[in-house]
């Protein structure tokens, strides 16, 4: 519990829960996803209040997110709100900063949100660090596709090969999250439509899964989620919705920034019907830089200064050492690059290049040092299909 100018952070009481997701639902002006704060439970929320009386709360879920083929530890924050008489009086402010200090206290090194607002989270240290896009594609638009492979509906019982091939896909990537259960139960399904489970297979074991529901009121395939390892898998998933064209019409889902699916298609038919950025905040510097995986064949240093406004153990110099896909972090060095926190986020995540931040105007460094970071943190475009 933290107090300041009659403002008071920390767990939200059991008499408190009803009525803050009630704050919640006015002050985000949406209709929730019924029973999603439940869902994540009133132990992961933290409220202030002023006075004593609630002012606004937020969630705290404890993931990992793959970053260089390593899963870091993130504190992802859902479900933001304060109450319109308590806006412009600090509640918003002193709500975050007193997570990111709780987040640093449980050992995170990053924190990640989708904002509703980018330009205050931003002043929390966020940045955007990369996408999530939604695809739409007509099942009369596919014009390519194979059976080479199996595909077989598959129930609970195979839960642990889907979980396997998801993680096998995150891990090549970057910005997937490392999924708790409470990400999976929603896209399993608990109630409602029925959802179907499909696993691609070919000779050495899955090469991809879907997970998704027909529309109830048109005819229209919601994939719900969708991970693919080789093209081939992408081809035999185009030719499983095409045989649906005589009931369905078009389908729709989460891909990635380079989505297999799009890219095996022989014209530019499928159409990006939404495209969102998440931010993340790194919490504390040197745990976040040894946490995260690089280059497996790339061998040298960086001699970094960074600049933080709000978190000051991350203020100083560092100095990155990267041997065999690890990296270990010790203070001191020339400070050769020069960023802020923010500008560190979009590098480490690989939404942003490190000579388009110096563009930007988000990062400082000669010539030299800009291209050995870009070969250091060199990764695919940093992507998720979740939201939280």
């Known amino acids: 519990m933290t107090s300041t100018g009659g403002l008071e952070y920390g767990p939200v009481q059991p008499e408190e829960v009803q009525p803050l997701w009630a704050l919640l639902d006015q002050a985000l002006h949406i209709s929730m996803v019924p029973g999603w704060n439940d869902h994540v439970g009133p132990d992961k929320f933290r409220a202030v209040r002023r006075n004593g009386k609630l002012a606004g709360g937020m969630g705290i879920v404890p993931m990992g997110q793959w970053f260089g083929g390593a899963s870091v530890p993130t504190g992802a924050v859902t479900s933001v709100g304060i109450a319109p008489e308590f806006r412009g009086a600090g509640a918003a402010s002193m709500l975050m900063k007193s997570a990111l200090d709780e987040i640093h206290e449980e050992g995170w090194p990053l924190s990640t949100l989708f904002p509703s607002t980018l330009n205050f989270y931003r002043h929390a240290g966020y940045e955007r660090a990369g996408v999530k896009v939604v695809y739409e594609l007509s099942t009369n638009a596919i014009d390519v596709g194979s059976r080479d492979l199996g595909i077989v509906e598959v129930d609970d019982s195979s839960r642990e090969e889907i979980y396997a091939t998801y993680n096998a896909r995150a891990k090549s990537t970057s910005g997937n999250l490392d999924r708790p259960a409470m990400l999976w139960e929603p896209i399993m399904g608990f109630g409602g439509r029925k959802v179907f489970s499909y696993l691609i297979t070919g000779p050495s074991g899955a090469e991809g899964y879907v997970i ?161 970071v870009s070969l250091m943190f060199a990764s695919p475009r940093s992507w998720m299909s979740d939201q939280f």
């Open 212 to 372: 998704f529901q027909q529309a109830r009121s048109a005819a229209h395939i919601r994939v719900r989620d969708v991970a693919l390892l080789t093209q081939n898998a992408a081809l035999r998933l185009l030719r499983f919705f095409a045989d649906h064209r005589s009931t369905i019409d078009s389908l729709s889902w989460n891909g990635a920034p380079n989505d297999l699916m799009v890219h095996a298609l022989g014209e530019q038919d499928a159409k990006l019907t939404s495209s969102r950025d998440w931010v993340i905040r790194i919490i504390d510097v040197e745990s976040a830089l040894t946490a995260r995986g690089y280059p497996a064949t790339y061998q040298g240093e960086l001699h970094l200064r960074v600049e933080d406004n709000l978190l000051s153990w991350n203020n100083g110099d560092y100095v990155l050492e990267v041997a065999s896909g690890r990296g270990t972090v010790r203070r001191g060095g020339r400070g050769d690059l020069r960023t802020g926190i923010r500008g560190l986020a979009a590098m480490y995540a690989g939404h942003v290049a490190p000579v388009e931040l110096r563009a930007m105007g988000a990062m400082d460094a000669d010539d030299a040092t800009i291209a050995n």
